[in-house]
């Protein structure tokens, strides 16, 4: 009995173990700005970034919900888009202040919904001078065999866009220091 609990545990870690190590396609965004890594690190470790990026684009994003936490890890979040009620709800797996790095994994919504298994969030503030920086967004994800023919992958546009927003918010309001 023992061996066949051992047999079942085993075909069922190496199968959620394959799932997870799925080759993962990415999509990245690179955008320098001139402002101190420590600052703009500020504005994405907590939730400041998806604040600002949902005031600033209102007309792609109706909501901001806070389902559970602060900003860090184990916070999850729900953007609801404009037009049409299409959501994203993601949980936040690490914020690393030292290497400013913060990943969330999507939950439901997104590519999730339209065939892909896997979606990661990850951003990555890399310190280029003491006055700058570039903001990485890429977003990691795996599409289910039966849908790689329609090519689901997720929009990176978004996270670009919020790259562009806060390169804008910080440095005007460097200047205005």
Same mark, same amino acid.
């Given at each position: 009995?023992?061996?066949?609990?051992?047999?079942?545990? !085993?075909?069922?870690? #190496? #199968?959620?173990?394959?799932?997870?190590?799925?080759?993962? @396609?990415?999509?990245?965004?690179?955008? /320098?700005?001139? +402002?101190?890594?420590?600052?703009?690190?500020?504005?994405?470790?907590?939730?400041?970034?998806?604040?600002?990026?949902?005031?600033?684009? =209102?007309?792609?994003?109706?909501?901001?919900?806070?389902?559970?936490?602060?900003?860090? +890890?184990? &916070?999850?979040?729900?953007?609801?888009?404009?037009?049409?009620?299409? #959501?994203?709800?993601?949980? !936040?797996?690490? +914020?690393?202040?030292?290497? @400013?790095? @913060?990943?969330?994994?999507?939950?439901?919504?997104?590519?999730?919904?339209?065939?892909?298994?896997?979606?990661? +969030?990850?951003?990555?503030?890399?310190? =280029? &001078?003491?006055?700058?920086?570039?903001?990485? #967004?890429?977003?990691?994800?795996?599409?289910?065999?039966?849908? /790689?023919?329609?090519?689901?992958?997720?929009?990176?546009?978004?996270?670009?866009?919020?790259?562009?927003?806060?390169?804008? !918010?910080? /440095?005007?309001? =460097?200047?205005?220091?």
């Amino acid at each position: 009995m023992l061996k066949q609990v051992s047999l079942i545990f !085993f075909l069922i870690f #190496s #199968s959620y173990m394959r799932a997870e190590s799925q080759d993962l @396609k990415h999509l990245t965004n690179e955008l /320098e700005v001139n +402002v101190a890594a420590s600052r703009v690190w500020e504005l994405y470790r907590h939730l400041g970034i998806s604040m600002l990026t949902a005031q600033q684009l =209102k007309n792609v994003i109706q909501n901001v919900q806070v389902l559970e936490g602060d900003g860090g +890890v184990g &916070t999850m979040l729900k953007l609801t888009f404009a037009p049409g009620n299409l #959501s994203y709800t993601e949980r !936040f797996i690490e +914020v690393n202040d030292e290497k @400013k790095v @913060k990943v969330a994994k999507g939950l439901e919504g997104g590519c999730l919904a339209i065939g892909c298994s896997v979606q990661i +969030v990850r951003f990555d503030i890399v310190e =280029k &001078t003491s006055d700058s920086c570039i903001i990485k #967004s890429d977003i990691a994800y795996a599409v289910k065999e039966e849908f /790689e023919a329609n090519d689901p992958k997720p929009n990176i546009q978004l996270l670009a866009a919020a790259a562009q927003i806060a390169k804008r !918010f910080l /440095e005007s309001s =460097k200047n205005d220091a």
